[in-house]
């Protein structure tokens, strides 16, 4: 049997009961390392915790070489461990569909992932399109395809849940082309530069999908102990420092209700700034006034 387990989003116990039971039953125990981290925990505190030794599984071994992780378990429980749930804004179809193929039988754990725990900010999970991810700029890449989701979004009045990249077991350019081996250190993206990168596409397209006054929430860490949550401007969030990652933005819908924007006031400092900010937003997509048909005379 192969088990994909959530883990959940920071602590060690945070996984279900049902997916540590299972654990203890698999002969190898792989970590995906590449989507998401578990910010309160550390390889070796999981390994005491099953009981167990864990394999760091990076985005080659999963995407490339899933052999080894599949070998042998058509007759043995191997166990595929992913930090949110397993199909949290993380595909690993693949896998399971790899594992089918080879007549291997697949069981799936869920557990909270940052696609639900969001909604601990007060926007109702209702209320949201479609999510985006934001991938770190390079000098020559800028890729901004999720400009036109969050217009689409923004035009229905939706919440746009935006996910920041995250760098792990990176080669250089110059390394990965003399064939070098040597990684880069991990880089995840913060709220300020994902604002950053959102004012600088908003700025050439000009179409306005957003502005800089375009209510947003900072939503650091969720599920851990230093979670965190603030409340402001594209624009006050591309200067602000949210601390350690991981790190996502909500970008507001035009309909924000009441019971949401009272919470969300709370992690606002200057409240009546971003009353009015939503305030004015709300005004912006407003739908054209209905006007009837004229009819035609005989
Ligand atoms: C590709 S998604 C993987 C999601 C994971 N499988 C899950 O179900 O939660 C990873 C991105 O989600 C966001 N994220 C994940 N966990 C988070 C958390 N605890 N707090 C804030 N953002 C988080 C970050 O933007 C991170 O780069």
């Known amino acids: 049997m192969l088990y994909l387990i959530g883990l959940g989003l920071s602590y ?30 550390s390889l070796e505190e999981l390994e005491e915790y099953y009981g167990k030794k864990v394999y760091l599984a990076d985005r080659e071994m999963v995407e490339s070489g899933c052999e080894e992780i599949l070998r042998d378990a ?13 199909f949290g804004a993380t595909t690993h179809t693949d896998l399971v569909l790899r594992a ?32 985006v991810s ?8 800028r890729p901004d395809s999720w400009y036109n989701k969050i217009w689409e979004n923004r035009k229905i009045g939706l919440h746009t849940l935006v996910l920041l990249d995250i760098k792990v077991k990176e080669q250089s350019i110059e390394n990965m082309a003399r064939g070098r081996l040597i990684y880069e250190p991990p880089r995840y993206m913060s709220i300020s530069q ?12 000009g179409t306005k999908a957003y502005t800089p006054n375009t209510p947003a929430v900072a939503i650091s860490r969720l599920g851990a102990p230093t979670q965190s949550f603030k409340s402001g401007t ?17 970008i507001l819908g035009r309909q924000c209700h009441d ?30 006034p209905w006007v009837p048909p004229i009819e035609e005379e005989d």
Not at 14 to 21: F, K
Not at 194 to 205: A, D, N, V
């Open 12 to 41: 060690t116990s945070d996984i279900t009961v049902r997916g540590l039971e299972s654990i203890k039953k698999c002969s190898r125990v792989y970590l995906e390392h590449y989507t998401s981290i578990l910010m309160a925990a």
């Open 259 to 288: 019971l949401e924007l009272e919470y969300l006031l709370e992690f606002a400092e200057d409240k009546l700034e971003f009353q009015k900010a939503v305030s004015q937003d709300q005004e912006y997509f407003k739908p054209e």
């Open 234 to 250: 594209i624009e006050e969030l591309s200067r602000s420092d949210c601390g350690e990652p991981l790190h996502s933005l909500v």
């Open 100 to 131: 089918k193929k080879q007549a291997i039988e697949v069981e799936v754990i869920h557990n909270a992932s940052v696609m639900n725990a969001v909604g601990s900010c007060g926007l109702q999970l209702y209320n949201f399109g479609q999510t």
């Open 134 to 141: 934001m991938v770190f700029f390079t000098d020559s890449w």
């Open 74 to 86: 058509d007759k043995e429980d191997v166990a595929f461990l992913v930090v949110g749930d397993p």
């Open 194 to 205: 994902c604002c950053e990168q959102l004012l600088e596409i908003e700025e050439l397209r």
